[in-house]
């Protein structure tokens, strides 16, 4: 089992940058791929980038590709997104997220889940 806890969200203006940390509790971690979703008021949580256990596989979706970047640090238990350019339609509750298995979009996959981190963009 592991527990995770994010961080790192804020106010923040169109075309900054922020970076939200996700840190896991346990000595597994490194075991799990891990991943990042949002949620806006009255929309679906919704995929944002997916990491394998190693690092070395990652993938995100088309609304963010080229802007963040997803990655971790098995030494310190913690997973980060590095988001740049940020856009108003950004504004969310972020989550991470854990599975085993291979790297996945869906969010019906992942079995353990942070309680997120605001993060709004000011036009």
């Known amino acids: 089992q592991v527990q995770l806890v994010e961080s790192g969200g804020g106010l923040v203006q169109a075309g900054g940058s922020l970076r939200l940390s996700c840190a896991a509790s346990g000595r597994t971690f490194s075991s799990y791929t891990m991943g990042w979703f949002r949620q806006a008021p009255g929309k679906e949580r919704e995929f944002v980038a997916t990491?394998?256990?190693?690092?070395?596989?990652?993938y995100s979706s088309d609304s963010v590709k080229g802007r963040f970047t997803i990655s971790r640090d098995n030494a310190k238990n913690t997973m980060y997104l590095q988001m740049n350019s940020l856009k108003p339609e950004d504004t969310a509750v972020y989550y991470c997220?854990?599975?085993?298995?291979?790297?996945?979009?869906?969010?019906?996959?992942?079995?353990?889940w942070g309680q997120g981190t605001q993060v709004t963009v000011s036009s």
């Open positions: 997220a854990a599975k085993s298995g291979g790297v996945s979009n869906s969010k019906r996959e992942y079995d353990y």
């Open positions: 990491i394998s256990w190693s690092g070395s596989n990652t």
